[in-house]
């Protein structure tokens, strides 16, 4: 098929570094480091009125690895997600993911998933790291061919992030698009792309490595970590300023580093104390 640009969006187990080195390129080098993470889902019909929120979650965390949620859609529909980390393996039947579900989430969520009527069956998936493909480093690459999304960087999806770093890589294409007037968008377009993935790659790993089990001197900043984190939740809890700040996080509108700044760390002091 005759074409100026052709744009590889077959997500993590895209093929393209097989056809490059097929072919007579070199591949891509890989960043990668291990998740080892597990999620079951298993949609359900509620009745609305069940419960009044729309989303419950229950984060894994150190002393716990696992956690989960539900999601409301419409029409009563919601699925129900257990994420299990750092190796936690999750059952694979209803019945099971209840037990364990059970363990984080309030009585009166469960009392309600336990009524509901299952719609179709448990879906298990593993995630055994994340992966970033530098493009960007590689010396010879064809001619109007270019890598977008999962197949450039796949991300620990429990963070939900995989689509907002799509978007971001489709804006940075659109700008090279512009501005190389025909020419060969390639380079310029991986350079704009691994600028994008930098912090958020960066991120990712600071977050996983907080539920990561480690020995020595890594457990001090790992618990440091943890700790700000939990502060901030708890700030977060009923400070509207810090759950806005933390879900454009979250969504990849603002950067993590924005909780650092004088002004959210004052908020996140304030808060705690308010608390007790």
């Avoid at 080098?29 to 993470?37: G, I, P, S």
């Avoid at 009923?238 to 933390?246: C, H, N, R, S, T």
């Amino acid at each position: 098929m005759p074409t100026d640009v052709v744009v590889d969006a077959t997500g993590h187990s895209a093929r393209t570094p097989g056809f490059l080195r097929a072919n007579g390129y070199e591949g891509p080098a890989e960043r990668r480091y291990a998740v080892d993470l597990t999620y079951a889902s298993q949609w359900l019909h509620i009745p609305e009125g069940a419960f009044a929120e729309s989303v419950v979650v229950a984060a894994p965390m150190l002393e716990r690895p696992t956690g989960g949620g539900l999601l409301v859609y419409e029409d009563g529909a919601t699925v129900l997600t257990l994420i299990g980390v750092a190796g936690r393996r999750l059952p694979s039947d209803l019945p099971g993911l209840l037990r364990l579900a059970a363990e984080f989430l309030p009585d009166r969520i469960i009392d309600a998933v336990r009524a509901a009527e299952p719609v179709g069956d448990v879906v298990q998936q593993h995630y055994p790291a994340s992966v970033w493909r530098r493009y960007d480093t590689l010396r010879r690459f064809p001619h109007g061919l270019l890598v977008i999304g999962d197949a450039v960087c796949s991300l620990n999806p429990v963070y939900g992030q995989g689509m907002s770093s799509a978007a971001l890589q489709a804006k940075a294409l659109r700008r090279c698009l512009a501005d190389t007037a025909g020419d060969d968008v390639g380079p310029q377009y991986f350079r704009a792309v691994a600028k994008t993935l930098a912090p958020l790659w960066q991120a990712n790993r600071l977050n996983d490595f907080a539920l990561a089990p480690t020995t020595g001197w890594l457990t001090v900043p790992q618990r440091l970590f943890n700790w700000y984190t939990d502060k901030l939740a708890a700030a977060a809890s009923d400070d509207i300023v810090l759950a806005e700040a933390f879900m454009r996080m979250v969504n990849l509108v603002d950067p993590p580093m924005k909780f650092l700044t004088p002004s959210m760390t004052m908020r996140v002091v304030t808060g705690n104390l308010r608390r007790g």
